[in-house]
């Protein structure tokens, strides 16, 4: 049987079939080498370091965190952002399974108009440096004026 479970052995009585040994990484695996050298050298060497520096490197103390309990403002502000940053988690949780939802379950319409409204936020950006352009160097825009 080819592919099958079974394979004949030498005296023809069947045999199991072996997984193969785990040795070491697949080829695969060696595409996630340049992405994990990158975010290593890019973001966890300088994350590092700023926590060794706010250790107060080299006499290594705590009073710097330990500021930030003794201060009622320090207290607000992460109060604050704790709060908005649960109460943005809760809304994209209560918005995009249903929406992730009806994007594989909905008709064709109905994908591509959620599909249409979950991209197009990201191009915000693009629309607002497009129209700035227009209005620098428009007819009627600052930079024909100015000629004058």
Do not use: Q
């Not at 994908?111 to 979950?118: E, K």
């Not at 197009?120 to 440096?129: I, N, Q």
């Amino acid at each position: 049987m080819a592919g099958g479970l079974i394979s004949p052995s030498v005296n023809g009585a069947p045999e199991p079939v072996r997984a193969p040994a785990l040795g070491g990484p697949t080829g695969w695996a060696w595409l996630l080498l340049p992405g994990g050298v990158y975010l290593t050298v890019l973001f966890v060497v300088p994350l590092a370091g700023l926590l060794v520096i706010s250790l107060g490197m080299p006499d290594w103390t705590l009073t710097h965190y330990l500021r930030i309990g003794d201060s009622p403002v320090y207290a607000a502000v992460l109060r604050t952002t704790l709060e908005i940053s649960l109460a943005v988690t809760t809304l994209a949780f209560v918005l995009g399974y249903p929406i992730a939802y009806a994007l594989t379950t909905g008709g064709p319409t109905l994908r591509t108009f959620l599909l249409i409204a979950v991209v197009l936020p990201y191009f915000t950006s693009v629309l607002a440096r497009t129209f700035a352009w227009i209005v620098l160097l428009g007819r009627g825009g600052i930079v024909n004026e100015c000629r004058s």
